[in-house]
């Protein structure tokens, strides 16, 4: 049963670290989104990879925001510096590459900036 | 440009009863839709999509999609509620010619069924 992975899946941090979130997608599949999730905002797109090059990263604050995928195994979402308003829900999901193909989606991590 | 809309916050419905949640799209071209269901502390799940064809769509777990085009509407369906539908309930929309991969989801609809 293929599945997107994600971690950690907690992750509590003081206001100034560095947060790095990592997400393996499925096997095969070339696109990859990376989503945050709030009470207020809802969900937000952040990033958007297809075949590991990044095609969309406007939702994302650039100052202190970075996501990358070093391999087609791999996706990494950073947050240097952290704040307290980065605590949210961080999704990752990865899909086929074509307008009608559904998205799959991860566990997520819940990240707490205190 | 592409949007859609989930009118509702919260949906009530009593076990046995049937359901609705409602969702309401703008596209430029044809539109393909698609429901997700998040359950607490999860990642959203994929229910069912639209892409062409029988305006009628079957999903997961008994749910199902009616697509309007007149309407712009894309209403998910079951003919009798579960305690277990109670969930968060996520419609998005991709438009056919916006050359674009990237889907634009709706607010999303809490279901809360009543034993």
């Known amino acids: 049963d293929a599945r997107v992975t994600q971690t950690p899946r907690h992750k509590v941090t003081e206001m100034g670290q560095e947060v790095t979130m990592r997400c393996q997608p499925i096997l095969g599949h070339n696109t990859v989104f990376w989503y945050r999730q709030t009470m207020m905002q809802g969900l937000e797109l952040l990033a958007y990879?297809?075949?590991?090059?990044?095609?969309?990263d406007s939702g994302m604050p650039k100052d202190r925001f970075s996501a990358e995928m070093p391999d087609a195994t791999l996706a990494t979402l950073k947050i240097q510096p952290s704040e307290p308003r980065d605590s949210a829900v961080y999704f990752c999901?990865?899909?086929?590459?074509?307008?009608?193909?559904?998205?799959?989606f991860g566990p997520g991590t819940r990240l707490t900036v205190l | 440009a592409q949007s859609v809309a989930q009118p509702e916050d919260q949906v009530n419905v009593a076990e046995g009863n049937p359901l609705t949640v409602k969702c309401t799209y703008s596209?430029?071209?044809?539109?393909?839709l698609f429901w997700y269901v998040q359950y607490p502390n999860r990642g959203l799940q994929f229910l069912l999509k639209y892409i062409t064809g029988d305006n009628l769509v079957k999903g997961s777990y008994g749910f199902e999609a009616e697509f309007n085009k007149s309407q712009t509407s894309f209403h998910l369906k079951k003919p009798s509620a579960l305690v277990s539908d109670s969930a968060l309930y996520f419609c998005?929309?991709?438009?056919?010619?916006?050359?674009?991969?990237?889907?634009?989801f709706g607010r999303g609809t809490s279901l809360i069924v009543h034993p």
């Open positions: 990879f297809r075949n590991r090059a990044p095609l969309d």
């Open positions: 998005a929309v991709r438009d056919e010619t916006g050359g674009s991969y990237i889907p634009t």
């Open positions: 596209v430029s071209g044809n539109p393909y």
């Open positions: 999901a990865s899909g086929l590459g074509t307008e009608h193909n559904e998205q799959f």
